[in-house]
Structures are given as structure tokens and as C-alpha cells.
């Protein structure tokens, strides 16, 4: 029951990507691929907050980090140190009986035997590992000379290119990189909306340090990732911190922490913070022979930094600020008459659309020109619809369900038709009480700036 109740919240989630414009499926028109998603104009601007706002504090409000942008695609040879080409697979396992194929860790299990979670049959394959790489050439010939992988992951180019960012940036240990980028892995089943694609983008640190320093650190960049996320309106309550235990880790990893949200389809994963030790520098140092050690003054010698990466997925921060806004509730309407009201209540920061800007009358050339002077003014600093059709409730209620968090309305007090104390002021009205307050129109600009801020 309460599954169903759940997964029909996702269904009405799912719809209202679609009619707003935040998500749509990959190659819509024919027939979709598995997988790949597109974000349209509410959606992008909706990730572009969020990476944006990730960069500013992870990058420009930090001393001790800087950022860069590697290629998706890199040497081979990358994939070989990394230990990707060996082992970055999943166990695949077929069902005999509907054909169907999934990931052996995920089904479900009963008295030690897997059973096919889509007709119940325990009649499986034995499992074969699957790598999730995605492959290519470069060049006209398809050899493996030239074969390439699309990246499964940020994280390699910023050890590759350490030493370079070291140099040229003059940091000192600790430091990070970041680095914002696509990242493609072939799920053998791609669920739950975007929550697993094959295509999706990654927001990653690698935070390098002193070894003695790395436990300690990771337990920072818990706290700091934590108040992130409450800082783009996702509630501490509603993130679980699963504390993973040395049996499930990496094997080099001294310490794990797995974020998950409570999506309506399940608590999931949103972020890892993993403490690597020295394994990432160690294996390209050795497959490469290139010196990407860091010479510590204190000690005189030269050692390998320890590092702390902090990952998180943007495609899937989004989907958790997407379910975390939707709202539906039951109001009054103009009439009288009772309905619902759908509301994405996001944060202001991470909002789409910041403001709506509406002339109350689209006949009134004084009122339409007033409106698209204010409109023009704001829209250099922030995101702005500017719309003059229907009636006032229902444009306030289009921006309601894209989730902006205010509105301007040009009445006819701006103009003076009112008397002269409202001359020069507007409506402005709050999606989450939805109440009004007259506001100078000299003061829109501040009180905005610093409510998105
Ligand atoms: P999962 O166990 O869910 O497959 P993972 O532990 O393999 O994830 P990481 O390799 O730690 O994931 O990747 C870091 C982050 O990248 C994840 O926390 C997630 O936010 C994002 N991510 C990973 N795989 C996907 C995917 N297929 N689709 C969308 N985002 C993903």
C-alpha cells in the first residue's frame, strides 16, 4: 500500500518533467534509448544552479581548491593503472524462463537463492561479469591499437594530471581538484528514471593529504557535503549516512561513507566519500614511471599523498531536488471552489526560473511596457518568464508548478492611477504561502539578488 502510494508519487513526479519541461526521454520521437535522457529549458537551468552553486562552494570560496576540466576520453593505458579495464563489471545473470537480464546483486534472494524479480523463476545463468565501459576507436581503424572508452568516471584525469595542477597552481598539501564532467557507464539495467542512466554527469573532489590526515579529512568533507546539501534545500532528515563496512570496501579504501536520499522509489545512493590512501597515485606512478610524487618539506622527502573523494552525481542530486520540491495541496480557488495546487518548492537558489514578471492586463500599452522594463532590468543578474496571457491565478499557478519562488505583478498603482503612495510599486507575490506584499520597484532588484543569492 504504502509502495503503491509511492511509486504513483513517482509516476506524478515523472509526469510533470515532462509537461514543464525539465526532463525528456533521449531521442523522444524514435522511440527512446534506454538509459539517456535529455533536460529541457527548466531542466538545465535547474542542474546549471546546482553545478554552479557545487563549483562556488567547493572551488571559488576555497583556498585549497582548484578546478579543471579533463577530456572524456583518455589513453588507454588510463583505464589499465585505474584497474577500470579489469574490473569495473557487474555480475549478469539471465533468466531462462522470460529472457529477461539483470544485475545478480540486485535480485532478490531467498534462502540463499537468487530468484528473477521480473516472473519470480529461480531458473538463472550463473553469473559473468560484465564490464560497463563503453568502447570506441580513434582513427579509422577498429583495432585495439586505437580502442578507446568513453570515462566511467571524473576522477582519473585529476590523478593524471596531478603533478601538472600541482605545479602550475603552487598549492601545498592539503589540496583538492574538482571537476564537474560527463561520465558514461552501460548499466545492465538503467531504473528508476535518471536515478541510473547510462549517460550521466559527476561532480567530483579529489582532496589530496598527508596520510596521517586522511580519516580525519574524510570525516570534515562528511560534514561539509552534509551542510551542502541542506544549503540547496535537502533536509538532513531525509539523508541517510551509511558508514559502509571494510567487508564491502574497496580494498585499498581505509574508510567509506555512501549518502543515500529517501527517494520515493527507495533510500538510494546520492554521494560516496571514500578515503583511497595512496592506490590511485601508486598505480599511475608505476604504469606510468612518471614522478607523481610531492616533495613535503617539512620531512625533507618526497611521498605520496593519500586522498579523500568526495562524488556526487548531478543527474541524480537533481532527481532528489526535484522529488524533495514536489508538493501537491489543497486550496481555495478564486471561486470559492476547493482544488490542488502543485507546487515545486525548491530552494530559491536552485529554482529554475527565480521570477515571474506579469503586466495584470496584456491590453494596457503603459502596464505591458512597465512590466518588460522591470523584467529587462532583473534578467542580466537572474532567470526570468515574463508572461501576459490568462488570467492572473493561473499564470501564478504555471510558475507554482515550475517552482518560482516569486512574482511580480504590474498593476495600476506603478503608474500612479492609484494615488501617488504606490506609484512606483508592485505586487510581489511568495509561491510558498502564497502571500502578496506591495514592494518599491527600486528595491525588487536587492531583495531578489540576495533571497537566489
Ligand atoms: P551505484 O552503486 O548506484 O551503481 P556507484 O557506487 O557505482 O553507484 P560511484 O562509482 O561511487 O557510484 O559514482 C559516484 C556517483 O556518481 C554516485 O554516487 C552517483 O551519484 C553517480 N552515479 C554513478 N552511477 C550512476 C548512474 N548510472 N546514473 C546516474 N548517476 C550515477
Known amino acids: ?179 564537474i564532467g560527463k561520465a558514461f557507464r552501460n548499466e545492465i539495467n538503467p531504473r528508476n528514471y535518471t536515478f541510473r542512466s547510462r549517460e550521466f554527469e559527476q561532480m567530483e573532489i579529489e582532496y589530496f593529504c598527508h596520510a596521517e590526515d586522511g580519516l580525519r579529512l574524510t570525516d570534515e568533507w562528511l560534514k561539509e557535503r552534509l551542510k551542502f546539501y541542506e544549503d540547496i534545500g535537502i533536509p538532513r532528515s531525509k539523508i541517510t549516512i551509511k558508514d559502509i563496512p571494510e567487508s564491502e570496501r574497496a580494498f585499498y579504501s581505509k574508510k567509506t561513507y555512501d549518502l543515500e536520499y529517501e527517494f520515493p522509489f527507495g533510500v538510494s545512493e546520492l554521494e560516496g566519500i571514500a578515503y583511497r590512501t595512496d592506490y590511485d597515485l601508486s598505480r599511475h606512478i608505476e604504469h606510468s614511471g612518471k614522478p607523481l610524487e610531492y616533495f613535503d618539506e617539512a620531512a625533507g622527502r618526497k611521498i605520496i599523498p593519500h586522498v579523500v573523494e568526495p562524488s556526487a552525481g548531478v543527474d541524480r542530486t537533481a532527481l532528489a531536488l526535484i522529488c524533495e520540491a514536489f508538493d501537491e495541496e489543497t486550496v481555495t480557488g478564486d471561486k470559492g471552489q476547493t482544488e490542488t495546487r502543485t507546487v515545486l518548492r525548491f530552494h530559491p537558489r536552485m529554482a529554475p526560473i527565480k521570477c515571474g514578471v506579469f503586466p495584470l492586463l496584456k491590453n494596457k500599452p503603459d502596464l505591458v511596457a512597465k512590466a518588460r522594463g522591470i523584467a529587462a532590468t532583473l534578467r542580466p543578474h537572474m532567470q526570468i518568464f515574463y508572461d501576459e496571457t490568462g488570467a492572473i491565478g493561473r499564470r501564478y499557478r504555471r510558475q507554482d508548478e515550475a517552482g518560482t519562488p516569486f512574482c511580480v505583478t504590474v498593476d495600476f498603482d506603478p503608474l500612479g492611477e492609484n494615488g501617488p503612495t504606490h506609484k512606483e510599486t508592485v505586487t510581489l507575490r511568495h509561491r510558498d504561502a502564497m502571500t502578496q506584499e506591495r514592494v518599491p520597484i527600486s528595491e525588487l532588484l536587492p531583495r531578489l539578488m540576495a533571497a537566489t543569492l
Not at 545473470?93 to 529461480?122: F, I, M, W
Not at 560484465?130 to 576522477?155: I, Q, W
Open 1 to 179: 500500500m504504502v509502495k503503491e502510494k509511492h511509486s504513483a508519487r513517482m509516476e506524478r513526479i515523472v509526469s510533470l518533467c515532462k509537461r514543464r519541461g525539465f526532463i525528456f526521454q533521449s531521442s523522444e520521437i524514435y522511440g527512446g534509448l534506454n538509459g539517456f535522457w535529455d533536460y529541457g529549458p527548466l531542466g538545465v537551468e535547474l542542474k546549471r544552479n546546482l553545478k554552479d552553486f557545487w563549483w562556488r562552494r567547493n572551488v571559488r570560496e576555497r583556498e585549497d581548491m582548484v578546478g579543471m576540466d579533463g577530456s572524456i576520453i583518455m589513453n588507454r593505458r588510463v583505464w589499465q593503472a585505474s584497474g577500470h579495464e579489469e574490473t569495473f563489471s557487474d555480475p549478469l545473470v539471465d533468466c531462462r524462463v522470460c529472457n529477461t537480464r539483470h544485475r545478480a546483486d540486485q535480485l532478490p534472494e531467498r534462502d540463499g537463492k537468487k530468484y528473477c524479480s521480473h516472473c519470480g523463476s529461480s531458473n538463472l545463468t550463473a553469473p559473468r561479469a560484465f564490464n560497463l565501459m563503453f568502447k570506441s576507436h580513434t582513427g579509422p581503424l577498429e583495432d585495439d591499437d586505437n580502442l578507446v572508452y568513453l570515462r566511467p568516471e571524473t576522477a582519473q584525469a585529476m590523478f593524471v594530471q596531478f603533478r601538472n595542477v600541482l605545479d602550475t597552481s603552487r598549492q601545498k598539501l592539503p589540496f583538492g581538484i574538482a571537476q
